[in-house]
Each structure stands twice: as structure tokens, then as C-alpha cells.
């Protein structure tokens, strides 16, 4: 799958947030993640726990380390056992990081955006448009 995103720094949460409600956005829930990422010679490999679900997600993903938008081919593995993966990886790899952060997600068409903040990244406005392989739709930036 690839999805293209785009990050950017702001510091007034509340101004990010009419923002996206002024663009038609709708309010989907708020999370509260943590991602792990190991060392991988190739790519990015993280496994993200999420607060409010009981499954884990494996993410392997390639992007260039590039300012302004950027592509990513990417594979996720929803992982039943989360803490059981999790310690398989750490047994196998070294941890590179791990980041906590709290989003709030919005979606327009299929288009996520979300503003967080945590993990030492200060506050984050995350926007990322994937593929819809469903309906062959992409995602409309605003």
C-alpha cells in the first residue's frame, strides 16, 4: 500500500482543530499511541500499540527522509498478541526509539488529519492521504 503525508510543527491546538472543522472535517476519536521502533536495514519498522484497542499493528514502511510531502510503501500486520510480538522483537532487534503521543483524528474523503502532540516531537499536524483501493479514490489534500 502508499499513502502520502505531510507533517508540519504548530503550536495553537485549538487553531489546528477549527481549522480542520472549518475544512469540513469530521471528528473521528481521540488516541493515545505508542510506537517502537526497531532497527531494520531497510525501511522503518515499528510495532504501534494504541490505548483503546486490544491488537497491535506491525508496521514496516519505506519513505525518503525529505521536508514537505512525502510517499510511503508501507505493510501493516494486525497483531492479535501485541506484548507477545513485542517481546519477540526486542529479543531480535535493537530498539531504536519509542514515541507516545495523543491524537485527536479527523477525517475529510479519505484523507486523515491529525493533530497530536507527545514522544518528544512537540505538537505535530500530521495529514496523510492513501490510496483507496476499494473505490480507486485518492485522497484530496486541503
Known amino acids: 500500500m502508499q499513502n502520502i503525508e505531510l507533517k508540519a510543527r504548530y503550536e495553537e491546538f485549538d487553531f489546528a482543530r477549527?481549522?480542520?472543522?472549518?475544512?469540513?472535517?469530521?471528528?473521528?476519536?481521540t488516541i493515545v499511541q505508542?510506537?517502537?521502533?526497531?532497527?531494520c536495514e531497510r525501511g522503518r519498522l515499528k510495532l504501534r500499540l494504541n490505548s483503546d484497542e486490544d491488537n497491535g499493528?506491525?508496521?514496516f514502511y519505506q519513505r525518503d527522509d525529505q521536508p514537505g510531502p512525502r510517499e510511503s510503501q508501507y505493510q501493516i500486520y494486525l497483531a492479535?498478541?501485541?506484548?507477545?510480538?513485542?517481546?519477540?522483537l526486542r529479543a531480535a532487534y535493537n530498539v531504536r526509539t519509542v514515541v507516545e503521543k495523543t491524537r485527536e483524528l479527523y477525517t475529510?474523503?479519505?484523507v486523515l488529519r491529525a493533530p497530536g502532540c507527545?514522544?518528544?516531537?512537540?505538537?505535530?499536524?500530521?495529514?496523510?492521504?492513501?490510496d483507496d483501493a476499494r473505490t480507486g479514490s485518492r485522497g484530496r489534500a486541503a
Request: positive net charge.
Open 18 to 29: 477549527k481549522c480542520i472543522e472549518q475544512l469540513g472535517g469530521t471528528f473521528r476519536r
Open 34 to 39: 505508542k510506537d517502537i521502533y526497531f532497527d
Open 57 to 59: 499493528e506491525l508496521i
Open 80 to 88: 492479535p498478541e501485541p506484548a507477545r510480538l513485542e517481546a519477540m
Open 108 to 110: 475529510i474523503d479519505n
Open 118 to 130: 507527545g514522544g518528544g516531537t512537540g505538537r505535530l499536524f500530521r495529514v496523510r492521504g492513501r
